[in-house]
């Protein structure tokens, strides 16, 4: 999404909204943490000009308390200042991962397919870790700098002269504002590249991790190594150029505070040569100014980072302002008993995928779809999880419309099983309770030994405590598609949806499910796809999909 600006400011600042009061304890003990350092410096120059003779109606028992007290004070508010800021930017990153993964969980299955995990990975992990710079680097130190910067610039005015005042204010304006915003701008092409690189690479790495097998059976290992290296060089190369510009501005910023120095010692001799001021005056000046540019620094430093921040806020507010395929509805109760597809039609990037598809499913029926890949056996089933909306036609759970139900209220009762199953890094046991954390032991056992997976397990040392990640790749597709069957069979929906679920399976141990299916058959409503006629033996009822339009097949 294009973002002007100021639209991604004004987004990434609606967040901050319950953290007001500690930004507002950061800003003050900022403030005076900074007016605490002049002092130091700006009190030292007095005891100088005390020390060379200059009336000063002050004792050296007194400047040097004020120092040390400053010195001492500064320390402790430069304290609460990091810790306000730094509490307020990991609570809100800690937010903002909850809010992503409410979207993410709002967006839905058919979102979720269609994005790139590399890019969900960068959003969850460095994405969020570069706005830290933004909450915690950003938002204080800019309203620090104009409040000191204010402070300064009516304090040399009032007790120096207002063209000390008027340099001062100047070179906080080029210092703090006019380069950073050159700085961004000229950078920001080269930090939206680098976070789009990021997320390709973590993209392919994510690949390379969980195609290894493939890659290696395949020989194919230096190539992929050669790969990674190509796209390490690209993030090495962008990198570099940030960082080449980077040095530069520092080196410009530099510069014009030393032409600003030199101004205001240039502009206090004239003044002096015309009896204007008097000598101390311009040493106070040129001391208050080089000691409080400290503030207005810390923002021409920034640019480097906020390039690649905002790269990463946009990304952020992307996925958070993104809408959902479809909208769930209000209702969270459901009881299935039956569903209907009534007139069904589909298009998929103008691509028609059904076409007047019409289908009844009653609890107790085993209902079976039959085609080639790619014809829109799993569309069917997408739909009825509602993942998408039906260009056509309807949809209705027990005679209501799909859409006036909740997404938990279908969840409750629709189960949709593919050929890939998903094992966290955890015990076999828990990766089983996900279906049923309630579930006693008896049921665990019962429902492994109907997905035919009971003897595997326990011939493993540690049995249902074996890690997943211990096994490695001592476990095959089919008896992790297996594992996956036993979370069904533990959690009993309503309406089972298989696609393709035993299609890494042998004959023998489909044989085994497909019975153990066949037997659940009075609790539920099962609807079986596959390409293999032999899988849908179990069906009372098959279908075969052609050209987009469902035909009940009486021969099997």
């Not at 042998?506 to 539920?524: C, F, H, S, W």
Request: some cysteine.
């Amino acid at each position: 999404m294009k973002r002007s600006f100021t639209k991604l400011i004004s987004g990434l600042l609606r967040l901050i909204g319950p953290f007001i009061f500690v930004i507002f304890l950061a800003v003050v003990n900022g403030v005076v943490g900074f007016v605490l350092s002049m002092n130091i410096t700006i009190f030292a120059a007095i005891a100088i000009l005390k020390y060379f003779g200059i009336a000063i109606n002050m004792s050296y028992t007194l400047i040097f308390t004020i120092i040390v007290v400053s010195g001492f004070l500064r320390g402790i508010v430069r304290y609460f200042e990091q810790y306000s800021n730094h509490y307020m930017a990991f609570k809100l990153l800690a937010v903002l991962r909850d809010k992503i993964f409410t979207v993410l969980r709002r967006l839905g299955g058919a979102k979720l397919d269609d994005k790139n995990k590399g890019e969900i990975i960068s959003l969850l992990q460095s994405d969020i870790e570069t706005l830290e710079v933004f909450y915690a680097h950003t938002i204080t130190p800019t309203l620090i700098a104009i409040i000191v910067s204010t402070i300064v610039t009516v304090f040399l005015g009032i007790f120096a002269s207002w063209y000390f005042a008027l340099i001062a204010l100047i070179s906080y304006v080029i210092i703090g504002f006019i380069i950073p915003v050159i700085f961004y701008k000229h950078n920001n092409k080269f930090g939206k590249n680098y976070r789009q690189e990021l997320g390709l690479f973590e993209e392919f790495y994510l690949d390379s991790i969980y195609g290894s097998y493939e890659i290696v059976s395949q020989n194919r290992g230096e190539k992929r190594k050669e790969s990674v290296s190509l796209y390490s060089k690209s993030l090495l190369k962008l990198n570099d150029e940030l960082e080449k510009r980077n040095v530069f501005f520092k080196n410009v910023t530099s510069t014009i505070i030393i032409l600003c120095n030199i101004a205001i010692i240039f502009v206090g001799l004239l003044l002096y040569k015309k009896e204007i001021i008097a000598s101390p005056y311009i040493i106070l000046a040129y001391v208050t100014l080089t000691s409080s540019f400290g503030s207005v620094v810390a923002l021409a430093n920034l640019p480097n980072n906020l390039a690649m921040t905002f790269a990463s806020g946009n990304r952020v507010l992307d996925l958070l302002e993104e809408m959902p395929n479809v909208v769930e509805g209000k209702n969270d109760i459901l009881d299935f008993e039956e569903v209907k597809l009534a007139n069904i039609a589909f298009k998929y990037n103008d691509e028609l995928i059904l076409n007047n598809v019409n289908l009844e499913i009653k609890k107790g029926e085993i209902v079976g779809i039959l085609g080639p890949s790619g014809s829109g056996k799993s569309t069917i089933l997408k739909l009825l999880m509602h993942f998408y909306n039906p260009t056509n036609g309807k949809i209705l759970y027990n005679a209501k419309d799909i859409n006036d139900y909740s997404f938990k209220a279908l969840y409750n009762n629709v189960n949709l099983f593919s050929q890939t199953t998903y094992l966290f890094s955890d015990t076999i046991l828990n990766n089983i309770l996900i279906a049923k954390p309630d579930a006693k032991m008896e049921e665990v056992k019962l429902a492994c030994k109907n997905a035919s997976i009971l003897e595997f397990i326990e011939s493993l040392p540690n049995g249902f405590e074996t890690r997943i990640t211990d096994l490695k790749d001592n476990i095959s597709t089919g008896e992790k598609q297996r594992l996956g069957l036993a979370r069904v069979f533990l959690r009993k929906p309503k309406l089972l949806l298989l696609d393709e679920a035993t299609s890494n399976i042998d004959a023998i141990n489909e044989g085994v499910i497909l019975k153990a299916i066949k037997e659940y058959q009075e609790d539920m409503a099962i609807v079986i796809i596959s390409h293999r006629k032999s899988t849908l033996g179990i069906c009372e009822k098959i279908y075969e999909l052609k050209d987009g339009t469902l035909c009940f097949k009486s021969d099997m």
